[in-house]
T-cell receptor
Framework: GDSVTQMEGPVTLSEEAFLTINCTYTATGYPSLFWYVQYPGEGLQLLLKATKADDKGSNKGFEATYRKETTSFHLEKGSVQVSDSAVYFCALSVLQGGKLIFGQGTELSVKP | GAGVSQSPRYKVAKRGQDVALRCDPISGHVSLFWYQQALGQGPEFLTYFQNEAQLDKSGLPSDRFFAERPEGSVSTLKIQRTQQEDSAVYLC???????????????FGPGTRLTVT
């Protein structure tokens, strides 16, 4: 069945370090891909998305590129801040507007 | 404007009790989803409504789980005879869902944390 696998956390980085959180997927058809973020005490928020191969989603300095050949959608940021500390979820949707299938989440902690 | 709201935010139930969790989606949003998030895991799909029609309930873990959206706005997730394994955060999300890629973005509520003792 359709699934998402992302790197296990927690990930601990110093401020201004480079971030990569790996995400790979298995899906029938041509899914849309998403990164959601959950800040402490808050609900899930969409961070970025990509709907077709080679699309790059970007927001708040984060980027992820839809790689169909490697079935991946890795999240990157060049210089993290303390305020980026949160749990990040990779997700896919096989049907436009349909249910989301999430990875298990990766906790990021950024130290000053 | 107001986002998705859920109530109660926290619920403690004794094993065997029935519970009802409420979701108020963003006004005008056609699609509504329920997800279950166990501790340390990603959300898992439970069920989906388009207006008042429940189009997909494939994720409901047992016949103890029941969801409704009778007037196409507020939705209630009911769990009968709660078990310890039902302890989780229950998330509701809504989307405009009327056409165009941007209308399919799901907006999540803060969740209801259910603890079954």
């Amino acid at each position: 069945g359709d699934s998402v696998t992302q790197m296990e956390g927690p990930v601990t980085l110093s401020e201004e370090a480079f971030l990569t959180i790996n995400c790979t997927y298995t899906a029938t058809g041509y899914p849309s891909l998403f990164w959601y973020v959950q800040y402490p005490g808050e609900g899930l928020q969409l961070l970025l998305k990509a709907t077709k191969a080679d699309d790059k989603g970007s927001n708040k300095g984060f980027e992820a590129t839809y790689r169909k050949e490697t079935t991946s959608f890795h999240l990157e940021k060049g210089s993290v801040q303390v305020s980026d500390s949160a749990v990040y979820f990779c997700a896919l949707s096989v049907l436009q507007g349909g249910k989301l299938i999430f990875g298990q989440g990766t906790e990021l902690s950024v130290k000053p | 404007g107001a986002g998705v709201s859920q109530s109660p935010r926290y619920k403690v139930a004794k094993r065997g009790q029935d519970v009802a969790l409420r979701c108020d989606p963003i006004s005008g949003h056609v699609s509504l989803f329920w997800y279950q998030q166990a501790l340390g895991q990603g959300p898992e799909f439970l069920t989906y409504f388009q207006n008042e029609a429940q189009l997909d309930k494939s994720g409901l873990p047992s016949d103890r789980f029941f969801a409704e959206r009778p007037e196409g706005s507020v939705s209630t997730l009911k769990i009968q005879r709660t078990q310890q394994e039902d302890s989780a955060v229950y998330l509701c999300a809504s989307s405009l869902g009327t056409g165009g890629l941007s209308t399919y973005e799901q907006y999540f509520g803060p969740g209801t944390r259910l603890t079954v003792t």
